[in-house]
């Protein structure tokens, strides 16, 4: 039978094949789908996806017993093992424990070829699990992962150790790596919220050199980031980023994966660059000597603990400065509900030796000294230990404490706390023949503000000064005579070192002390840091024409110092603002040493600082970042003047209160001794009303300034100024009034009659002496009108109420306004004396608004070249809010105003005495009404 021949099939049993094939068709796919999603659900893995930064590795497995071993003899003997612990069911976010801890012993035994053992170790590993359980279910971020589908369990977070197998290192030798049994019967038991883990992995690398082709190829490649990395690695300020030989030292040495003897199980698993910001291991306690001090900005409510670490006990100090304490103190000022206190707290403690697990719980009596700061407070906080010794610092809110300090957490919730410390690179000034610190300034002509900074660092006790000379541009005529050219020198000084021992600032990182450590026969033995004298600022106009800037010591080949410079970027001063998270701070404090987002200084480096790295003069200080008074603020300034003499030099001891200068030259109330100053491109201006505080009335004398403002009745009881028999009315009132005709009364008698020619005018009267009863009456229209009316309207006169708090009292001002396209010029007095202000009193048409002030162009004439206390920056730009309508324009339509508002605008002792002129400018805003006045000194 040929195919022709056999039977065809009907339609509908094609049909019914088609729909079966279809049927299994889908049957396997629904079951491949249901495999992969209870794989999924298994792992736990939620995002379903890896990040793009996350490192994979591939870890060798390590059970008791089993593990890999590693060749020795061949590579370099300094390893860095990378740890994580495996759990063996997975983590679920619902019962998920973020303080339980993960304990696991890593067993190095290194064996010869008889395969017998050499050495061994055990390095104890305490681990956690860092994730974020998301919204809504599974994780939104994670430390570490297994990949989807490789079953069941999750690793922990990962830990780092090195190790240095030098002295068992030859040939034929051989490491094996495996996880210890059980806890070794001496050991201390687990604490409570501790689990021993009978499994983990780890990769093990070794060290390795590059060459320095190789290194400086890498150099010069290295991503944004990792520069970035390096600095905060080294927890450097934004402006010491890493130099190129800095980074080819740090690229000498690398790590580099090996590989195992034989085969050996592998897990994969990702890491992520989340971590909860608490790290697990800090040191027993901070060495600090006679004087050095631990420093820690606290938001209440919170209690801080401090103790001393080793078995001999003694005395420990803090000293306090308080914001916002409601407790009532010698030393305490409260100025519109904001306050500012200090106090000293000392006591004996006992020593709790080395294990700190003594100090449970926190609160026995004799063991700790504790702060508490109560809620709504804050409070900087500084602790001492007299005679030096070790601190260990807990407090019970670790979010309590602001900045970026060290914090560590244990499983029974107490956190350890180390200070915020901030790194910065400066240069070492030498004297002698050694070549001096040149900065490279703008040549030519300076623009208009130039100005330098200097921090001076140098040892405590050290006697001498820094020299310094700006340097001009070479002059040829002065070198026809020895036929070369000479450099004309345009200012130069001295400035002595007067910093004493500081609390807080350290070298950490210089050509001494690493000469200090390779001549020592016991390295370990010595400080890894030397104290420094408290740094102090110099400032300088730098002069015009000016190239560089030569800084060298005064003295031998021994004398040093060391040497951070900054250029004045900013023309305008504004209010400084801290980067995150610095940004949490008191009205009544300033950070000192911390980011901030915005600064008027920008740091610079010397023009031959490649030369000076490899001189070995390059170094790190290192200082603690924390809170001081806010000695600027008003509130500040009223406790300050309110301080005795001893008091305030207590203050400036401990809180650096030595930066203000004495209150008389700081901005004051205004009061008779003031100088009124008047635009010189508007000097008439408008009148004003000031409504008068009552409490400001009680036992004053009436001011020639003042008026007394008419009730609807249009009758008052006063009596006219001193020595005078004459009253003065002014007035403001609807334009139907004008042309009609009104009378003014004293004691019922019509002692003045005038004809209302506009809507505001001034009229006068003479009364005589002595208090009467003054009305005020329109006349009527018609003659068939017999009955005088009241004045309507808004009326004021200078004669002195006989009862002040029955009458509204407004306080008359001359006014100029400010808007845009409409400046204001004022010329106002600087003294060599000390700083002095220009004061300035705004009223708003609207409620805000932001004023900008020019002295003499931006070039107020700096007095270039000297060492000058501070930089009064030429610019300045304020923001003007008010709430309140407290004044009111006399002429005109009469508008209310908001304010008032004062600003002072520093009229600095570094510039050139005499008169500056001030432009005042609306950046902002509708208009605004100023008037001005200067203290005189």
């Not at 409601?326 to 294990?355: H, I, Q, W, Y």
């Not at 970027?569 to 980011?595: F, K, Q, S, T």
């Not at 808007?819 to 009223?843: F, I, P, T």
Request: glycine share 10%; hydrophobic share 40%; with cysteine.
């Amino acid at each position: 039978m040929t195919s022709w021949d056999r039977p065809r099939h009907k339609p509908w049993q094609l049909w019914a094949r088609l729909v079966l094939r279809l049927a299994v068709f889908v049957a396997i796919i629904g079951a491949l789908g249901g495999s992969l999603m209870l794989a999924i659900e298994r792992s736990e893995q939620a995002p379903e996806h890896v990040e793009e930064r996350d490192q994979r590795y591939l870890a060798y497995v390590l059970r008791p017993g089993q593990g890999p071993a590693f060749a020795m003899g061949q590579l370099s003997p300094q390893l860095r093992l990378l740890s994580w612990g495996h759990l063996e069911n997975s983590l679920l976010p619902e019962r998920y424990d973020r303080e339980r801890r993960y304990v696991y012993g890593v067993v190095l035994r290194v064996v010869d070829e008889a395969g017998q053992a050499l050495h061994a170790r055990t390095i104890w590993v305490r681990s956690r699990v860092s994730r974020r359980p998301a919204e809504g279910e599974g994780w939104a971020e994670r430390a570490a992962y297994y990949p989807v589908g490789q079953g069941e369990g999750d690793p922990t977070d990962m830990r780092l150790v090195d190790v240095d197998l030098s002295a068992w290192d030859a040939p034929g030798r051989r490491l094996e790596v495996e996880l210890t049994r059980e806890l070794p019967e001496d050991a201390p038991e687990l604490e409570p919220g501790e689990v021993w883990l009978d499994e983990a992995q780890v990769v093990v690398f070794r060290r390795f050199e590059r060459e320095a082709g190789l290194r400086e190829w890498q150099g010069r490649t290295l991503s944004e980031r990792r520069r970035a990395e390096l600095a905060e690695r080294a927890r450097l300020a934004g402006w010491s980023a890493p130099t190129a030989a800095e980074i080819d030292r740090l690229l000498v040495g690398g790590w580099r994966r090996d590989t195992t003897l034989g085969e050996a199980e592998v897990r994969g698993l990702y890491t992520s660059e989340f971590r909860f910001e608490e790290f697990e291991e800090v040191h027993a306690g901070e060495a600090l000597e006679e004087g050095e001090a631990l420093a820690f900005a606290l938001e209440g409510p919170v209690r801080l603990f401090a103790a001393r670490v080793g078995e001999e006990g003694g005395a420990l100090r803090a000293e306090l400065a308080r914001t916002n304490t409601m407790e009532e103190s010698a030393e305490v000022v409260d100025v519109s509900g904001a306050t500012l206190g200090f106090e000293s707290v000392e006591r004996e403690v006992k020593g709790v030796g080395d294990d700190l697990a003594r100090l449970r719980p926190l609160e026995r009596v004799g063991q700790a000294l504790k702060i508490k700061i109560k809620p709504k407070e804050s409070a900087a906080v500084q602790l001492f230990a007299p005679g030096g010794g070790r601190l260990a610092v807990w407090v019970d809110r670790p979010e309590a404490v602001a900045g970026s300090p060290e914090l560590a957490r244990s499983a029974d919730g107490r956190t350890r706390v180390l200070p915020d410390r901030r790194r910065s690179v400066s240069w070492e000034a030498r004297g002698g023949d050694e070549a001096p610190l040149v900065y490279r300034l703008r040549a030519g002509e300076q623009g208009v503000g130039d100005a330098l900074m200097l921090t001076l660092r140098h040892l405590p006790g050290q006697t001498g000064a820094l020299r310094y000379r700006f340097v001009g541009a070479p002059d040829a005529r002065d070198g026809e005579g020895s036929g070369g050219t000479s450099h004309v020198s345009l200012g130069e000084g001295r400035v002595a070192f007067e910093g004493e021992n500081s609390a807080y600032e350290r070298l950490v990182d210089a050509e001494q002390l690493r000469e200090r450590e390779r001549m020592a026969a016991d390295p370990e033995a010595l400080l890894a840091y030397e104290r420094l004298a408290e740094p102090t600022t110099h400032r300088f106009w730098i002069p015009a024409g000016a190239e560089r800037l030569e800084v060298w010591v005064e003295g031998d080949d021994e004398a040093r110092a060391w040497v951070g410079a900054s250029v004045l970027a900013l023309a305008e001063a504004g209010e400084r603002a801290w980067e995150p998270p610095y940004d949490r701070v008191p009205e009544l404090m300033r950070w000192r040493n911390a980011p901030s987002a915005r600064s008027a200084w920008v740091g610079i480096w010397p023009d031959n600082a490649e030369a000076l790295t490899l001189g070995g003069r390059r170094a790190l200080s290192e200082s603690q970042a924390r809170w001081e008074p806010r000695w600027g603020h008003e509130f500040s300034r009223e406790l300050w003047a309110s301080a005795s003499a001893a008091v305030q030099e207590g203050w400036e001891v401990r809180w650096g209160a030595d930066e203000v200068e004495p209150p008389r030259r700081l901005q004051q109330r205004e009061s008779s001794e003031a100088r009124v100053l008047r635009p010189s491109n508007d000097l008439f201006g408008a009148v004003l009303l000031e409504r008068v505080d009552p409490a400001e009335l009680a036992g004053q004398r009436w001011e020639a300034t003042w008026r007394a403002e008419l009730r609807k009745s249009g009758r008052i009881a006063c009596r006219p100024a001193s020595g005078s028999d004459t009253l003065a009315l002014e007035y403001r009132v609807d334009e139907a009034l004008v042309g009609r005709t009104m009378e003014v009364r004293w004691q019922g008698a019509t002692v003045r009659r005038q004809r209302l020619l506009s809507a505001t005018g001034r009229i006068s009267a003479r009364v005589g002496a002595g208090a009467g009863a003054l009305s005020l009456h329109l006349i009527p229209e018609s003659d068939a009108d017999t009955e005088t009316e009241s004045l309507t309207g808004r009326w004021w006169t200078d004669c002195e109420p006989t009862t002040l708090a029955a009458q509204p009292v407004w306080r008359q001002r001359r006014v100029h306004r400010v808007a845009r396209g409409r400046d204001l010029l004022v010329d106002a007095l600087s003294s060599l004396d000390g700083q002095r202000y220009l004061n300035v009193v705004a009223y708003l048409e609207r409620p805000g608004a932001t004023l900008r002030s020019v002295v003499d162009g931006g070039d107020p004439g700096g007095r270039a070249g000297q060492s000058l206390r501070q930089i009064t920056a030429p610019e300045q730009r304020f923001e003007l809010v008010a709430s309140e309508r407290s004044a009111t324009l006399v002429g005109g339509d009469g508008r209310r105003l908001y304010g008032p508002v004062r600003v002072a605008i520093p009229l600095g002792s570094d510039w050139e005495p005499g008169t500056h002129r001030v432009r005042l400018r609306l950046e902002d805003g509708s208009g605004a009404w100023l008037r001005f006045f200067q203290l005189e000194e």
